[in-house]
């Protein structure tokens, strides 16, 4: 079995990716540390603390903000838990450990912790699990509870989740005095799994796959909940709820396709893989690698997004990737991230990194600002900021950072996700190393008893050069690094020799017995091409462009308006210009094209004159760093000439 | 001050409307009989008969339906009012007068009219002007009873309306005790006006004029009335209410750009034309100018509809003209038409006629399936079944015709059009006559005391060739006929000989002494190239065929899947098809383009091979006539090459 090397272990300083995780700890967590205390003014307030406060008894008035408002408090705790790990900062962790005991004294004597069911609902307790996202942010708190003690050691909010899991465990499952019910929002499941491995309480184990497996059968849990009587519809949109937004409409084992909302999505087929792993079930890990298939092959967004109806945030159809107007979610990247991260850990195939970095490096990067306190919610690929305007079909759609969210999954989604980035770095098992992602980082590892000290050294993604130093005492391991998809020419040298190494399910490996060694990889990172499927009606006859992992996208601030009036010559060389001055320093791709002249005709259609395609340069930037220079427009796939 | 002729003196028989008013009487007006009476099985039950009766005490149970139920009988009566004045038939004639009598006795004392407050919330009546629509229910009784009298000189309907009308113009103006209100979806407006008309009771234009000047007033009477303690919200949509949704944003005469809920703009635009008309209101008028071109200009689909977002079933902002996520009602056409007619007839400029041509031959049209029972809501312009499902963003748009609707104002609506087509033929002044629309028929009329029979025969759009024959004893009138702006090479004769005439203001005029004289009058309708301006984002490079008036599009039965990999070679020539077979007769347009290859990568992106192009026969089909051969793809906008 691998596993991610521990957080604490990784230490990151990569100038690519510095620009984020630098923010985290001295922006993004003290200013979303404001917004949950309603700091933040002209943000929408989140009262998440608040609620807290009043449910411990400690503050009067009217519990606010979504059912699950509760999560937004735990992922900035898991957030602030990665944090620590890489910075240690005792004010923070003084601060964090006040909201864990705060956290504690609102949780019900039974164990039970939802500020919106004890404060409003309190007979309604585990009523409308379709809705009620109780068991969503039971997940939340215990995924922190675990970052928490793996990075601080402490035991406080470990014992304040075990007592809700605990709670949990006896209210759910098969027996005859137990709910037969499992989460409408998916998540429960994979933190029931992680608490299960800290903890190695089997019952934690047994009741995520009670809720993967019970998910789905007939009768459908969820129609039937709705049906008794006292159901309080919490969300008026799901009168005529379809068992497929929250993947109940088919036991899991049968499902080919990815449906329903796209976060629910992945985090579900997160513990799928995490209990095919642990049970070495075959039958579970084949279901995973079809639902991923299906995604990545057909329902993804060549940015790495995923959910292609801004209505109910979710999959439609195989090849419907609209551009303007579908959701891609920030948490769906991070979901997709997580799902992919655990298929390339339990089936050593590297290629499922491809679309994990297509994610981090593209829709994950383009959901937080340079400044650290802006975020998307939605990752259009194409932007035209006039129409995205509000009580329309474009209204979830902004052309420009929000400072928070009504609902605010994702700021804080993205904060964890990029205080964890170390996680993916690296695969240990056994017999030695995956190097997954290339980012500069500074590790040491235990092997068999064997001190591991390693360097990996890189300016990549502006250049594709990797160097790998490695100081140990003659032992012998495999080094296995992952050659990305996108490129052919990889080569790789050992102390300054050339090797001849296959790359293999996504890697090469070099066996070795390793003492004080170099190992340099090399690959290209020309700028490419992406074409789109035809069966991609949004998209025919469009190309996007690519360099590394990046993929590229147009901005109305280097290209001028009205960016759909351009188009790429396929025929044209893709010029590389390194910009050190923007974005802290970026690679944009110039190409030669065409741009329909502007008609002085006013009307929106005409029979005379038809519009004349005049030369013109293109301009491409990181798609990852849109919107950062203002509101304007914005083009990810270009009309191929 | 132009007029239409007389409904009951225009005689159509048209090869190309026939197939349409044909299925009035025998088809249409039956079926919606069956529907209005809940007897049509699979079918969203109406209730709506079920409702006068409930609400005239001779039946017991619920009111149901929407808010707005009751105007679908009102625009039903409408609908046999015309068609009992093309086609009498005595058996239907007694079916309405029952109707209506039904209709009377659901009436309440003081004249109050609606089963939904008279039954549900009998104490919030005139309490929520902003979603309740009782004016504009209201409007379609006046609308329907004005047309049962012109058509059958019967006065009991037109009695009940003026109780209702009465009791509206007492209840609502600028008096002390008086409600300062006005309708959140305009319609009473333009019908009080046309109540106006007939009676001649001044009280129903100043309520009229009222509604209309009050709109838009601050404080905004919608937010206002909201805020009163008591308001029930029916539609929690609006919760977060934008006054541009009902036009209430400005007032009237302050508004450049039609906004909102494009049905409500165009009913209320068709009021305003009528109150410039009649109170000579040149500042009124320049208004209605302003909105007109600003809709035709820039936010009008080539198929003459409106209403680019699905969400609020609304006008967006300039040039934003999705293809496969617009609203584009029926009922949006059918006002637009109507604006277009007043704006026609007030001005005398056959270029409105244009659009109006455009609406009806294209959008309006392709609202009714050839069978005369199935009926499109919603005209996408590009459609792709499989993406079409439910809970998503593209739930409103369906790729077939369909049975009725639980909120079904466009069939009835549908119904009244077709069966008032003559009202778009001609308008007659004292001067002469104008002949608007090539549509076959034989009519007469007076003109200052002298009979004039006029026979216009033609089998218009197949060709361009209109004869006009006139009987006449030696009257001197001018005979204007519209030349349509995509016929730049027409030609008229007088008796056989070729007359110099000159297009001015949309149509030629010829002034003669009628006695027994024929006018031919000719222009071509080859095929043709219509391009979109490259401001519309969503069209950029992509060309659209038409011909006449008849805007074409492509179906997956004649040009195989996925559409959208087909481009159109702007240079191949256009070739016409005759296909008596087909639709009961149609001109089908062939060319030639290319077709991207079938990818053998199930990718929905890849960066080998790209997709190739490879000749393509491209066949064209009317837009009205599409979805009439099962479920299918359909694109009007073709990729250019």
């Known amino acids: 079995m691998k596993q991610s090397l521990p957080l604490s272990t990784v230490h990151i300083n990569d100038s690519f990716w510095n620009r984020y995780t630098a923010l985290i700890p001295n922006k993004v967590i003290p200013y979303q540390w404001e917004i949950l205390n309603d700091r933040i003014p002209d943000a929408p ?30 992922k900035w705790l898991e957030a602030v838990a990665y944090s620590l790990a890489g910075k240690p900062d005792p004010q923070l962790e003084k601060t964090a450990d006040d909201v864990i005991d705060l956290i504690g004294r609102a949780q019900e004597a039974d164990g039970y912790l939802n500020t919106y069911f004890s404060l409003k609902y309190p007979g309604e307790k585990w009523k409308n699990l379709t809705e009620g996202h109780e068991l969503y942010c039971a997940g939340h708190f215990i995924e922190a509870a675990a970052a928490y003690y793996e990075t601080t050691g402490k035991k406080a909010f470990l014992a304040i989740v075990c007592r809700l899991a605990d709670l949990i465990c006896k209210t759910f499952g098969p027996a005859k005095d137990q709910i037969h019910g499992y989460p409408g929002h998916p998540e429960i499941e994979l933190a029931l799994v992680k608490l299960y491995r800290i903890s190695g309480n089997r019952s934690y184990l047994d009741t995520a796959k009670y809720f993967v497996e019970e998910r789905g059968q007939e009768p459908n849990y969820f129609i039937e909940e709705m049906k008794r009587p006292g159901f309080r519809r919490i969300f008026p949109e799901f009168s005529a709820y379809d068992p497929a937004y929250s993947q109940s409409h088919l036991p899991v084992r049968q499902q080919d396709t990815a449906e329903g909302h796209a976060v629910r999505a992945v985090y579900l ?32 967004f060549v940015t790495g997004s995923i959910g292609s109806s801004g209505f109910w945030e979710r999959f439609t159809v195989d090849y419907d990737l609209p551009n303007d107007s579908n959701y891609s979610e920030t948490c769906a990247s991070i979901g997709l991230a997580l799902f992919g991260l655990r298929m390339a850990r339990i089936t050593g195939d590297g290629s499922y990194i491809d679309t994990v970095e297509r994610a981090l490096y593209n829709t994950i990067r383009a959901g937080i600002s340079l400044e650290g306190d802006r975020y998307f ?24 950072r929000q400072k928070w969210f009504d609902c605010a999954c994702c700021p804080t989604n993205e904060a964890r996700t990029l205080t964890s980035l170390g996680q993916y770095i690296y695969f240990k098992n056994d017999n030695g190393l995956f190097i997954n992602l290339f980012i500069q980082n500074e590790t040491s590892f235990d092997l068999n008893g064997n001190s591991v000290n390693l360097s990996l050294t890189t300016d990549y993604p502006r250049t594709g050069k990797i160097r790998i130093a490695i100081k140990a005492r003659e032992i012998s391991f495999s080094l296995h690094i992952r050659i990305p998809g996108f490129a052919d020419d990889f080569s790789a040298a050992l102390n300054g ?43 025919c006859g469009k190309i996007a462009l690519a360099r590394g992992p990046e993929i590229y996208c147009l901005e109305e601030t280097d290209n001028g308006g009205n960016l759909s009036a351009l188009s790429l010559d396929p025929q044209s060389p893709l010029e ?26 006013p009307e929106s259609f005409f029979e005379k004159n038809p519009p004349k395609p005049e030369t013109a340069e293109l301009s491409a930037v990181p798609y990852g760093l849109w919107g950062n220079r203002g509101a304007g427009e914005m083009l990810v796939w270009i009309r191929g000439m």
Not at 394 to 400: A, E, F, L, M, T
């Open 576 to 601: 590389e210009d390194w910009r050190p001055d923007l974005f802290g320093g970026t690679m944009v791709i110039k190409t030669r094209g065409k741009k329909l002249a502007q008609s002085k005709n």
């Open 497 to 539: 020799k050339h090797i001849n190494v296959e790359k293999q399910k996504g890697y090469i490996t070099i066996d070795h017995i390793w003492d004080d060694d170099e190992v340099m990889v090399q690959f290209s990172l020309k700028p490419r091409l992406i074409y789109a499927n035809p069966l991609v009606r949004q998209n």
């Open 377 to 400: 919610y939605v990752n259009p690929l194409e932007v035209w900021p006039e129409n995205c305007i509000k009580h329309s079909s474009r209204s979830h759609v902004k052309p420009v």
């Open 269 to 300: 087929y997160c513990a799928m893989a995490d209990l095919a792993e642990i049970y070495s079930d075959k039958e579970l890990l084949e279901r995973c690698v079809i639902l991923w298939n299906n995604i990545v092959q057909k329902r993804m």
């Open 45 to 74: 307030p989140s009262c998440c603390l608040k609620n807290f406060r009043i449910a411990a008894g400690e503050e009067t008035g009217e519990r606010k903000g979504t059912v699950f408002q509760d999560s937004d408090a735990a």
